[in-house]
C-alpha cells in the first residue's frame, strides 16, 4: 500500500537522515512492514515492537499496569506510554507508538468507538506529535488509514521534504 504520505515521509526521513522505529499495538507490525517498502528503507527504518497484548505493554514496554488500568490498552495516554518504552529497546531518532481499536472486543464505549486510533511520535525526548482520530470500515481499512495518518502527522512535524 505505497502511497504518497509514505513516500513523502521516506524521502524526509532520508533527507533529514532520521531513523524511526515503532511500538505497534493494532497495526500489529503493519506499520513497519509499510515503511519497509519504501525505497532505501535500510537508511532509516530501525524495526518495530508489537505489543498486541497489554501484558507486553506493562511488562516489555514498561507501562504502568495502572495506566492500563484508568485510561485502557488504547488511549492517549498508553500509547505515549508505550513510545517512551520503545525508546531504551531499540535505537533510533523518532519513536511512534501506536494503539487503537480495529474491530470490536477492546474498550471501545460510543466515546471511543471502534475506528478509534492514537498515535504518538517522540524525538529527542520530546513529543513530536500526538493524534487521535476515528476511522471507519473493515479492520484492515481502519489499520490503513491509521498508517497514512501517522505519515501524515510525521510530515506535518517534520516539515515536506524539499
Known sequence: MINRY???CGKLLLEKKLTIAFA????????AAEFSLLPDAGAFLKGSFVCYDATLKEKVLKVPDRLVKKYTPESAEVTAAI????????????????????????????????????????????????????????????????????AKLLIDALGAPK
Open 6 to 8: 509514505l513516500t513523502q
Open 24 to 31: 505497534e499495538s493494532a497495526t500489529a507490525g503493519r506499520l
Open 83 to 150: 513510545t517512551r518504552g520503545l525508546i531504551p529497546l531499540i535505537p533510533a531518532d523518532i519513536h511512534v507508538g501506536v494503539t487503537g481499536l480495529t474491530a470490536p472486543g477492546g474498550s471501545e464505549t460510543p466515546e471511543k468507538p471502534v475506528g478509534t486510533m492514537f498515535v504518538c511520535g517522540i524525538k529527542n525526548g520530546s513529543v513530536l506529535f500526538s493524534g487521535r482520530s476515528v476511522f471507519s470500515g473493515s479492520p484492515e481499512k481502519i489499520m490503513l488509514r491509521a498508517i497514512v495518518y501517522t
